[in-house]
């Protein structure tokens, strides 16, 4: 089974502070998401990563970077937090069937 | 663009009762469907997908979805609600020509009654 793992599992920071969120796998998927989670809104995607050092946008973008340097780590970054960012992140990569699998997501909370 | 509708935000069904949770999509040609679950403060579990071929598709924990293609439509069911299958259930549709990027609904909360 694919291992994916993230962290931190939880924080907690002040707006304005850079937030840095990590997504690990342990097998060599080329296909790498960052989702996020809010009531009444399902799951939306941030970015994505298509191999090392190639990734694009997704439909909440704004406010949100990533890196993808070695193809067992993905990075999402938030530059300058706000409360609106207040959220649950996961991470899912992409299996050969085309199935996402997800990690135990991030809490994070903005204050 | 692909988009998945999910019409019931909230179900509540009692035990042994039937179940039936309702998803619509859009997407221009054949799609990718999957029906995730979700219990609180866990992550999401695949539960079943649908490709191509049989449109009557099983998945796991007694669940089973039907593809109806002039109906736009994914809809999941268990004949049999058990206490434990209460949770949030996502459906989603996954574009296999850009990316594996997956659209998901809102989600159905379901809540199981003893």
């Known amino acids: 089974d694919a291992g994916i793992t993230q962290s931190p599992r939880h924080k907690v920071t002040e707006t304005g502070t850079p937030v840095t969120l990590r997504c690990h796998q342990t097998?060599?998927?080329?296909?790498m998401y960052w989702y996020r989670q809010d009531p009444g809104h399902g799951l939306r995607l941030i970015h994505y990563?298509?191999?090392?050092?190639?990734?694009d946008k997704g439909e909440v973008s704004d406010g949100y970077s990533v890196s993808r340097s070695k193809t067992e780590d993905f990075l999402l970054t938030l530059e300058s937090a706000t409360s609106s960012q207040t959220s649950v992140y996961f991470c899912?990569?992409?299996?050969?069937?085309?199935?996402?699998?997800f990690g135990p997501g991030t809490r994070l909370t903005v204050t | 663009a692909q988009s998945v509708t999910q019409p019931d935000i909230h179900i509540t069904v009692s035990e042994g009762a039937s179940l039936e949770l309702r998803c619509n999509y859009s997407y221009g040609a054949t799609p990718y469907l999957f029906w995730y679950v979700q219990s609180p403060g866990q992550g999401l579990q695949l539960l079943l997908k649908?490709?191509?071929?049989?449109?009557l598709v099983q998945g796991i924990k007694g669940f089973e979805a039907e593809f109806k293609r002039s109906q736009s439509s994914f809809n999941l069911r268990k004949p049999s609600v058990h206490w434990s299958d209460a949770a949030e259930y996502f459906c989603?549709?996954?574009?296999?020509?850009?990316?594996?990027?997956?659209?998901f609904g809102d989600g159905t909360t379901l809540t199981v009654k003893p």
């Open positions: 989603a549709v996954g574009d296999n020509t850009n990316a594996g990027k997956s659209t």
């Open positions: 649908y490709f191509s071929g049989d449109t």
């Open positions: 899912a990569i992409l299996r050969s069937s085309y199935e996402q699998y």
């Open positions: 097998e060599n998927h080329r296909y």
């Open positions: 990563s298509y191999g090392v050092k190639d990734t």
